[in-house]
């Protein structure tokens, strides 16, 4: 089945420091993927995503590759500041086998210190 | 509203008793996901509606649970004779269209559950 792997958190930087989340992912077919994150008291946001192979999605300064020789979709940002601390979940859909749904990692806490 | 969403905020409830958990998806969106988040996990997967259909409940984790969707808007999720394992913060996502599967899926804010 499909699956998604994150490391583990939490991630602790100081403000201004380069980020670097991984996730690798198992999946049939060609999936959708996706990061989503998740501000303290709120809801699941669309972070970014990318629909195939070498598409690199990008938003806020956030950036991930989709990887498909090493199944990955690692998120980075250059300079995270404190207003980034949140929790981050990468995801994957497997629309073109007929499933909508995602699947998500585990997820990883960020805190950015001033 | 502008987004997904989900009444009420938080639940608390009694061993053996039902619940029922609402979701009012965007307006016009086809799709409405039901997911269930343990604390310190990410979302897993419950079911699935493309208008009023239920497509998949593949991940209702027993008959104690169930869902529905009858008008093709708002939805509506069951939890019949609630038991401790059931606490978890319940999640709705609707997205626009049926197409390549790619359009984003927008979530509510959740219901906490809690379970006495």
């Known amino acids: 089945g499909n699956s998604v792997t994150q490391m583990e958190g939490p991630v602790t930087l100081s403000e201004e420091a380069f980020l670097t989340i991984n996730c690798t992912y198992t999946?049939?077919?060609?999936?959708?993927l996706f990061w989503y994150v998740q501000y303290p008291g709120e809801g699941l946001q669309l972070l970014l995503k990318?629909?195939?192979?070498?598409d690199k999605g990008s938003n806020k300064g956030f950036e991930a590759t989709y990887r498909k020789e090493t199944t990955s979709f690692h998120l980075e940002k250059g300079s995270v500041q404190v207003s980034d601390s949140a929790v981050y979940f990468c995801?994957?859909?497997?629309?073109?086998?007929?499933?909508?749904?995602?699947?998500f990692g585990s997820g990883t806490r960020l805190q950015v210190q001033p | 509203g502008a987004g997904v969403s989900q009444s009420p905020r938080y639940k608390v409830a009694k061993r053996g008793q039902d619940v029922a958990l609402r979701c009012d998806p965007i307006?016009?969106?086809?799709?409405l996901f039901w997911y269930q988040q343990a604390l310190g996990q990410g979302p897993e997967f419950l079911t699935y509606?493309?208008?009023?259909?239920?497509?998949?409940k593949s991940g209702l984790p027993s008959d104690r649970f169930f869902a529905e969707r009858p008008e093709g808007s708002v939805s509506t999720l069951k939890i019949q004779r609630t038991q401790q394992e059931d606490s978890a913060v319940y999640l709705c996502?609707?997205?626009?269209?049926?197409?390549?599967?790619?359009?984003?899926?927008?979530f509510g804010d959740g219901t906490r559950l809690s379970i006495l």
């Open positions: 996502a609707s997205s626009l269209v049926e197409g390549d599967g790619n359009q984003p899926q927008h």
């Open positions: 999946a049939t077919g060609y999936p959708s």
């Open positions: 990318a629909t195939k192979a070498d």
């Open positions: 995801a994957l859909s497997a629309s073109n086998t007929g499933r909508r749904a995602l699947t």
């Open positions: 307006s016009g969106h086809v799709s």
């Open positions: 509606f493309q208008n009023e259909a239920q497509l998949d």
